[in-house]
């Protein structure tokens, strides 16, 4: 007597699951309270499902920049809902309605979650997508640009972090020392730098340009720019020197890569900053970057020794690295907040040596390498133009 009434459960149970496999498909639009005082931002999602039935996902962000990003990961258990953005660092949570027209859930991008809820649009509701601004167009490969003009001013006391980015044509730095700029410039370590005085470290610049070629540079004719700038307007001489020095290698396991390569036009420019992840740690976002361009990164932002990547790999990737910083660690960005005063200890992300051979398949090693020095010979606090 037992037995059809279990089989009845298990085929509402089906049914059910159907159900919200069928419904979940559409675009759904929700509004995203940005803490803090923060601009409000509306977000849609446009769920699809292939021809092998496994459910898709492009996530835009309107308010801010229209274009579509490829969500990495959808899954519908149930009514749950699970949505991975690998670009943004993000992970959208949420439940769907038994009616299958709202979505009720939360938004994270490595920090605490924020509530975000979707309702499903129609024709009538449906918000407009702006068309995404057409991609820039690159510099001449063979272009050797320098500044047409650039400021260099001051810093405000007490910003946080620093900056380096191009938007279009213009080229900016934020809150960054020249120790900062020669170390992005000439791919050093600042312990690969002698000589250099007390305020080399400390006077922190905003710098804005734009190079006297058409076309977005790329990051070598980025190098040249700021290179040039150093010399013309800090008055930099050196001259350089090999010198074995304390350092850290990077090479593939035995067992393999863990990342993906970069599906991003290879002409863009690579994208590499930090954000807060759980319970103090940190998230190293990279996109469209070479492992040789991370090395470049570590060692100017985070590491205490010279960084080599020793791959000989020259391909792009995209990936986000968590890991938990120590004392020695990433000191330029000054004090780092606290983990939450709730936080589990053990769900904090593991120190960065190991989360190289985890969630990268690579080997972060401390060693001895024969590296370029930089001697300084001269230089001097800029005019402002």
């Given amino acids: 007597m037992h037995s059809p009434i279990r089989s009845t459960l298990a085929l509402f149970a089906l049914s059910s699951g159907t159900l919200f496999a069928q419904n979940i498909t559409g675009q759904w639009q929700g509004t995203l309270k940005v803490p803090n005082g923060g601009p409000e931002l509306r977000i849609i999602f446009k769920i699809s499902r292939g021809a092998d039935e496994k459910l898709a996902a492009t996530f835009y962000s309107i308010d801010q920049n229209p274009a579509p990003i490829k969500a990495t990961e959808v899954t519908l258990k149930g009514a749950a809902l699970k949505i991975g953005i690998q ?55 063979n272009a050797n640009p320098e500044f047409q003009a650039a400021t260099i001013k001051p810093s405000k006391p007490d910003t946080p972090g620093k900056l380096f980015t191009v938007r279009g044509q213009d080229v900016t730095t934020v809150n960054t020392t020249l120790s900062d700029v020669v170390t992005m410039a000439y791919n050093l370590h ?157 769900d904090a992300p593991p120190d960065i040596f190991t989360a190289f051979q985890q969630q990268l398949g690579l080997k972060l090693e401390s060693t001895k390498a024969n590296v370029d020095v930089m001697v300084i010979d001269k230089v001097e606090k800029p005019s402002e133009n």
């Fill in 87 to 141: 670009q943004l660092n993000g992970t959208y949570e949420g439940t769907v309605s038994s009616d299958g027209n709202s979505i009720a859930g939360n938004w994270s991008q490595g920090g605490p979650s924020i509530p975000l809820n979707f309702v499903k649009a129609n024709d009538a509701t449906a918000w407009a997508i702006p068309e995404p601004p057409p991609p820039p167009v690159p510099m001449a490969a």
């Fill in 190 to 346: 600042p312990k690969q730098i002698i000589g250099a005085p007390s305020w080399f470290d400390s006077d922190k610049f905003d710098i804005t340009g734009r190079p006297d070629k058409p076309g977005q540079p790329n990051v070598n004719q980025l190098k040249i720019m700021l290179q040039k700038l150093i010399v013309d307007r800090f008055q930099l001489k050196f001259h350089n020197e090999k010198k074995e020095l304390p350092a850290y290698t990077i090479n593939v396991l035995k067992s393999g890569l863990k990342i993906k390569k970069s599906e991003a036009d290879p002409n863009s420019l690579p994208g590499l900053f930090f954000g807060g992840g759980r319970n103090g740690g940190v998230n190293f976002n990279v996109r469209n970057a070479t492992l040789a361009e991370v090395a470049s990164v570590l060692q100017g932002s985070v590491l205490d020794k010279p960084v080599v990547d020793q791959t000989g790999l020259t391909d792009k990737y995209d990936f986000v690295l968590s890991f938990t910083p120590d004392s020695s660690q990433m000191t330029g960005f000054g004090p780092r907040p606290p983990a939450p005063a709730d936080a589990n200890p053990g």
